[in-house]
Structure formats: C-alpha cells, structure tokens
C-alpha cells in the first residue's frame, strides 16, 4: 500500500515537473522567436536605410561630377576664346607694325 502512495505522488510530482519544464520551454520558445523577428525587424530596417543612403549618394555625387565636368568645359572654352583673341590681336598688331615698319623702311 505504502509503494501505492509513493507511486501516486511521483507520477503526480513528475506530471507537474513535466508540465512546469513543458511551460518553461514554452516561454523560452515565444520569447526567442520574438527576439529573432525583432532582429529581422531591425536588420531589414537597417538594410532599407543603407540602401536608400547608398542611392541618395550616388545621385549626388553623379550630380556633383556632372556640375562640375560642364564648369571645368565651360572654363576651358572660355580660356580658349580669351587665348584664341589674344593671339589673334597680337597678330593683328605684330602685323600692322611689320606693315608699318615695311612700309617707312621703303620710302
């Protein structure tokens, strides 16, 4: 009888140790599922604002070169044209003093 008693609390005391580690694991369970998808959360939040940083920069760098190649043409055109005029005043004036001096030597 005494075996009988002993048998009935342990089968007791195992079902409630087997129901609390059941319930603990659980717990554990929803717990790191739930950290697991607040990471996913945070990672694929993270992956959205590298990338849209990435593409913001891109477009402004591509922007800022396009600027600044069409200023670095427009100053080498215009560096052109002054030395293109200057050259040509000078040849203007070297040949109208070659002119003049031609024309006083022969006389």
């Not at 913001?56 to 600027?67: D, L």
């Not at 069409?70 to 560096?79: H, R, T, V, Y």
């Amino acid at each position: 009888m005494w075996e009988g008693i002993k048998k009935v609390f342990k089968d007791a005391i195992n079902k409630v140790v087997d129901f609390v580690k059941g319930l603990v694991n659980k717990v554990v369970e929803f717990f790191t599922n739930l950290w697991n998808k607040a990471k996913e959360i945070f990672t694929n939040i993270k992956n959205f604002l590298e990338t849209t940083w990435s593409a913001i920069k891109t477009v402004a760098v591509n922007t800022w070169t396009a600027i600044k190649d069409k200023l670095s043409e427009i100053g080498s055109a215009i560096k052109t044209a002054i030395t293109n005029t200057w050259d040509a005043i000078k040849t203007a004036v070297s040949n109208a003093v070659n002119s003049l001096k031609e024309n006083v030597s022969n006389k």
